[in-house]
T-cell receptor, first 115, second 112 residues
Framework: DVKVTQSSRYLVKRTGEKVFLECVQD?????MFWYRQDPGLGLRLIYFSYDVKMKEKGDIPEGYSVSREKKERFSLILESASTNQTSMYLC??????????????FGEGSWLTVV | AQKITQTQPGMFVQEKEAVTLDCTYD???????LFWYKQPSSGEMIFLIY??????QNATEGRYSLNFQKARKSANLVISASQLGDSAMYFCALQPRGKLIFGQGTTLQVKP
């Protein structure tokens, strides 16, 4: 059974802490994505990666960085967490190139609260 | 720049009736894909339907159909014979060249 696994389902962190959100896929996918989801704003793309060590900024990269040292793992890093980064974070992965919708896989989401 | 817009924050429909969820998009890429996803309260993202920009016919998947009007840049989702289990958030998404971007979402509530 194919899977995208996000390391933590629920996290509570303090303002200023460094936060790591991990995402692992077991499908040998080239593309991986990080989104945040907020009410009324939908899913907004933070960063995506189309290969190991390759990354591109999405629509809202400020305050975030990413790391992709291995093909199966894509990490989202909040260098200094702030309360406005309280959100639900979704990871996704897909094959390279033109694909149909049913080959994009999502993780279960990570609910982050920054206090 | 690529953009995707869902203008209906919330919709109601009576059980067994049909409902249309609106989606418009903008991209300069001649080749792209359009998707609809369902997100129930559990948070999982469920793929519903896909339309390629060069597909000649509108996509259909069971009770879901996509009304694709390329010249108007719209990709509306039609759900026929609504069921109570259709109550959820629905997202339209655009994929030009690998990047996948989502609209703001529409919350659908099906009334018994």
């Amino acid at each position: 059974d194919v899977k995208v696994t996000q390391s933590s389902r629920y996290l509570v962190k303090r303002t200023g802490e460094k936060v790591f959100l991990e995402c692992v896929q077991d499908m040998d996918h080239e593309n991986m994505f990080w989104y945040r989801q907020d009410p009324g704003l939908g899913l907004r793309l933070i960063y995506f990666s189309y290969d190991v060590k390759m990354k591109e900024k999405g629509d809202i990269p400020e305050g975030y960085s990413v790391s992709r040292e291995k093909k199966e793992r894509f990490s989202l890093i909040l260098e200094s967490a702030s309360t406005n980064q309280t959100s639900m974070y979704l990871c996704a992965s897909s094959l390279e190139g033109r694909i149909s919708g049913n080959t994009i896989y999502f993780g279960e989401g990570s609910w982050l609260t920054v206090v | 720049a690529q953009k995707i817009t869902q203008t209906q924050p919330g919709m109601f429909v009576q059980e067994k009736e049909a409902v249309t969820l609106d989606c418009t998009y903008d991209t300069s890429d001649p080749s792209y894909g359009l998707f609809w996803y369902k997100q129930p309260s559990s948070g999982e993202m469920i793929f519903l339907i896909y339309q390629g920009s060069y597909d000649q016919q509108n996509a259909t998947e069971g009770r879901y159909s996509l009304n694709f009007q390329k010249a108007r840049k719209s990709a509306n989702l039609v759900i026929s014979a609504s069921q109570l289990g259709d109550s959820a958030m629905y997202f339209c998404a655009l994929q030009p060249r690998g990047k996948l971007i989502f609209g703001q979402g529409t919350t659908l509530q099906v009334k018994p």
